[in-house]
């Protein structure tokens, strides 16, 4: 949390108006006013350590075992050489197989997953707000999380990164409350 210019050219000239000396302060931290990275929220979620990619040549169904497996909703696809085709979902499944009546154990991924070249992505130097903004404009709940060549190496889910800022607004609300509170001359001290 910076200090605007105005207020600081406030506080300086009520100093000047008065016998008293105010020395305005800079509260900055890490924790305040930098949104966490991408990078924060996937070490953190369910998808890290999970095998998050199906082919594309796969079932339906083969993708509904892996949702339920996992616990997860959304798989990225891939073709033959471990490219990203695409994604699909548990939305997916609802919208183009129940409700159309198709089969799952006979339709395979690729006739209704989102192809690549419709997919929102991430990196992992994107801020959570970045990808939280992603996530709302497209009304989407998953974001494959690309490395600086453009290859997958993860998913995002809205879940995470809402656990994420959670996260980092406790702290900063604790940061504050010890310093109204006077514990320490900084934020976080003793």
């Given at each position: ?30 924790a ?92 992992l ?18 974001l ?18 809402v ?28």
């Amino acid at each position: 949390m910076m200090l605007s210019k105005s207020f600081i050219t406030r506080a300086a000239r009520t100093a000047a108006g008065s016998s008293r000396t105010i020395i305005p302060r800079n509260f900055a931290s890490p924790a305040i006013g930098e949104s966490p990275s991408a990078r924060d929220a996937w070490k953190k979620s369910c998808y890290y350590e999970i095998d998050y990619t199906i082919s594309e040549d796969a079932t339906m169904y083969e993708a509904v075992q892996k949702f339920s497996a996992y616990d997860i909703g959304c798989l990225v696809t891939t073709n033959n050489d471990g490219e990203i085709t695409g994604v699909v979902s548990e939305r997916d499944y609802v919208n183009k197989i129940a409700l159309l009546g198709r089969q799952s154990k006979t339709t395979a991924i690729r006739e209704v997953s989102t192809k690549a070249a419709k997919l929102e992505t991430a990196s992992l130097e994107d801020t959570v707000d970045a990808c939280m903004h992603k996530m709302l404009t497209k009304d989407i709940r998953h974001l494959p999380l690309l490395d600086d060549d453009g290859k997958v190496i993860g998913m995002l889910s809205v879940k995470d990164l809402v656990k994420e800022m959670v996260e980092e607004k406790e702290k900063t609300i604790q940061m504050l409350s010890d310093f109204a509170l006077g514990k320490g001359g900084h934020f976080g001290g003793e």
